[in-house]
């Protein structure tokens, strides 16, 4: 997955470098990522807390759809592991998080909707798949646990959680050309059953 050809990154991403990112795009990412999953959407969809209320720059942002086991150490955390977890669990509230804050990039597993492949579109973000049942290795590309947010309300794997990353792997699945792999996938593959059948 990690080769010559791949983009490379630092967060915050901005507008342009989402929009040169095409489906299949192998992209290597350096900085801090945001962990989200079901709890973390809810509350900012609902709550709609502000941006200074959020102890993370959450624009130009990306959000890693994974709930990390984490070691509290005398100097702080340690991860041990961190794969991702499947997108589709926050699919009714992702448009609207990339709406209200501003999200570039969005890590996970499995894909999403139509209503997040426009709000991709509309906004200016891009899907990313990460390897899945690789957690140890993607713990590896992560380098710091800087703090997390919500860890007493929400319990550690729904908490969010910045993470310092270095060459976090990926692949561009969804982008914001209106473009997606697994919707292409999808169509064919119900063209071959209709076929077959």
Known sequence: MVGGNAKRFRTPLTKDDVSGLTVGDLVLLDGSILTGRDKIHKMLCNEKPSPSDIPFRLEGGV???CGPIIKKTGEGYRLIAAGPTTSMRVDMYTPD?????????VIGKGGMGPDTLAALKE???VYLQTVSGAAAYLADRIKTVNSGWMIGEFGEPEAMWELD???FPAVVTMDAHGNSLHRDIEETSLKNLLHLI
């Open 123 to 125: 906004y200016g973000c």
């Open 63 to 65: 959000i890693y759809h």
């Open 97 to 105: 998080v990339i709406k209200l804050y501003g999200i570039r990039g």
């Open 165 to 167: 990353v270095e060459g």
